[in-house]
């Protein structure tokens, strides 16, 4: 049996389903009222311009069973789809994350597509149950990084990685923070956009900041005690800060380790995302190679609610940002 790569295709098949679409997604979406002859009220419902009626002798298994065959491919993928789109906006409106609704509606057709790449019409599952719960958690793995009450669209995610990079080593070749003007020409990211990744780069001041990118001045430098008698020396926080950080990650095993440091950019790596990983490698501990973002960012939960319980039991506190 021909075996058929899903992902060569999936773009395609769904560029011809909203080939004819000239608005975004809640512009596509007709509302309409439909009264209940029996209870004589009026309910409210979508209609959607993509959305075809499935006939009564056709289910979503022999559209599978003749995609898998090789046979029709990209027809019978275009009418899976078009067949189930209601289905995607139902599942992936009802995702409480935090996210717009046209995200969710993206996340929803990936997970969708996920889900025809790895059915198995041999398990005793309906299509429609397997792809329920794809969708949902699609939706919900990728906006997890949107997850912390502030959402940053998708473009702004990918802005703040390289603009905190670009500082990053514009600082350790200049020895001074770069101006907007000067990480927007080195990273080609728009001066506005760079303007609202500085902004939202972090909540925390470090008292090593700079004041600005001319003087040599810090935070610090500025910052006075009403002790007179009062001397800020960073070793003496730094050193036991080190030691406890070293005695906690110690016990975590080397790949929990190092999916920590890789996605927070600790010791020897830079910062990556989730997806990043994904597709650059990654490893666990049983050897196996982990290439499915859902299973990297499992893996990740699963260390950081480790590395939580190893800081309770130390007797310190953390918090959650």
């Known amino acids: 049996m021909?075996?058929?790569d899903l992902n060569t295709i999936a773009e395609e098949v769904l560029d011809e389903c909203f080939a004819n679409e000239e608005v975004n997604t809640l512009e596509a979406l007709d509302f309409v009222e439909d009264k209940d002859e029996n209870e004589g009220k009026v309910q409210?419902?979508?209609?959607?311009n993509i959305t075809l009626?499935?006939?009564?002798?056709?289910?979503?298994?022999?559209?599978?069973?003749?995609?898998?065959?090789?046979?029709?491919?990209?027809?019978?993928?275009?009418?899976?789809v078009?067949?189930?789109?209601?289905?995607?906006?139902?599942?992936?409106?009802k995702c409480t994350c935090y996210i717009p609704f046209e995200d969710k509606i993206s996340y929803g057709v990936e997970g969708f597509m996920r889900a025809l790449k790895t059915f198995d019409l041999n398990k005793n599952v309906k299509f429609i149950t397997y792809a329920s719960s794809s969708i949902y958690m699609t939706v919900y793995n990728e906006s997890s990084d949107a997850n912390y009450m502030v959402h940053f669209p998708r473009y702004m995610s990918v802005h703040k990685i390289k603009v905190k990079r670009f500082c990053q080593e514009y600082m350790r070749k200049h020895g001074v923070r770069p101006t907007p003007e000067i990480i927007s020409e080195g990273t080609g990211i728009e001066?506005?956009?760079v303007?609202?990744?500085l902004l939202f780069q972090s909540e925390y001041t470090s008292l090593d900041a700079p004041l600005d990118g001319v003087t040599d001045g810090t935070l610090g430098d500025i910052i006075h005690s009403p002790a007179s008698d009062f001397n800020l020396n960073v070793d003496s926080i730094r050193a036991p800060l080190r030691y406890a950080i070293n005695e906690l990650t110690n016990e975590l095993s080397t790949k929990e380790r190092e999916i920590i440091q890789r996605?927070?950019?600790?010791?020897?790596?830079?910062?990556?995302?989730?997806?990043e990983i994904a597709d650059n490698g990654f490893v666990d501990d049983n050897?196996?190679?982990v290439k499915s973002r859902s299973s990297i960012h499992r893996k990740y939960s699963e260390a950081m609610q480790k590395l939580k319980k190893l800081v309770l039991a130390k007797g310190y506190e953390y918090e959650d940002f």
């Open 82 to 93: 078009r067949y189930n789109y209601g289905l995607i906006i139902d599942v992936a409106s």
């Open 53 to 80: 009626k499935r006939p009564p002798n056709v289910s979503n298994e022999d559209l599978i069973r003749d995609i898998q065959a090789g046979i029709n491919v990209k027809k019978n993928t275009e009418l899976l």
């Open 2 to 4: 021909k075996k058929l």
């Open 44 to 48: 409210s419902s979508f209609k959607y």
């Open 191 to 193: 001066i506005q956009h």
């Open 287 to 289: 050897g196996k190679y």
């Open 195 to 197: 303007n609202n990744c």
């Open 263 to 275: 996605v927070h950019g600790l010791g020897e790596y830079e910062p990556e995302t989730l997806r």
